[in-house]
């Protein structure tokens, strides 16, 4: 015998419990609520073969049919949510000391080339790669293996403090279109590769750099035995 389940809600009063369910902020696309889809799935499914008198076949293919109707809808919430991508793979490298054999000009092209035929999440990894790879070969950036985009910013905002925040947004870009389910945008990719030129053409603020580096115990900062920070680089504009 079949136990009799609870009384069928109202359409209307079922969407909208759904909806105020999920506009909770522990389902705002993040890990959590990929761990509740998958929860509720798995509880909806139980009490239905729960519910099944398992000689009837008939019942047992509905059952089945109900959970891969079931896994189909939160495919396609993930996917709508960003949380599943389209293309799990970039074209291009996103280490930031990826292809050393490439300028920074050469990379700056590369991304506008990909931003014009839309591959954005491309435009923008070779944008950050590109800005990173201009201020290492002005020595105002040590580029080592493993280095974050966020650690690069925080450091390219020592000689272009003003910038700060435009290269922090941009570290994010670059976050989102390498690692993130999401895609960068358009604009994203754009600015970012705006930057990218706008910082190659333009001369560091090295008073906060000069000020974060230890005085020589040989002399003062420009004192005899030592030269200042900005004479030691090669490739800044005076």
């Given amino acids: 015998m079949i136990p009799a389940g609870p009384p069928p809600l109202d359409p209307d009063e079922a969407r909208s419990r759904i909806l105020e369910e999920l506009a909770k902020a522990e389902y705002d696309n993040s890990p959590g609520f990929v761990d509740w889809l998958l929860g509720q799935i798995e509880q909806w499914y ?108 925080e450091r390219a905002a020592l000689s272009y403090p003003d910038l700060r925040g435009r290269i922090q947004r941009g570290a994010t870009a670059f976050d989102t279109a390498a690692y993130s389910p999401r895609h960068a945008t358009e604009k994203q990719a754009d600015d970012l590769l705006r930057l990218a030129e706008y910082i190659a053409d333009s001369a560091p603020d090295l008073t906060a750099v000069d000020a974060a580096e230890p005085t020589s115990e040989t002399g003062s900062a420009n004192g005899p035995g030592t030269s200042s920070a900005s004479e030691s680089r090669t490739g800044v504009r005076s």
């Fill in 46 to 153: 139980t009490n239905l073969v729960a519910g099944i008198d398992g000689s009837s076949a008939a019942q047992a293919g509905i059952a089945v049919l109900l959970l891969l109707a079931l896994l189909v809808v939160a495919f396609l919430v993930l996917r709508r949510t960003g949380m599943i991508r389209r293309s799990h793979s970039l074209a291009v490298a996103p280490e930031l000391d990826a292809d050393p054999v490439l300028t920074a000009a050469e990379l700056r092209e590369a991304s506008r080339s990909a931003i014009t035929s839309g591959r954005f999440d491309d435009g923008a990894v070779l944008a950050l790669r590109s800005l990173v790879r201009d201020l290492d070969q002005r020595t105002l950036l040590d580029v080592s293996a493993g280095l974050t985009a966020h650690e690069a910013a």
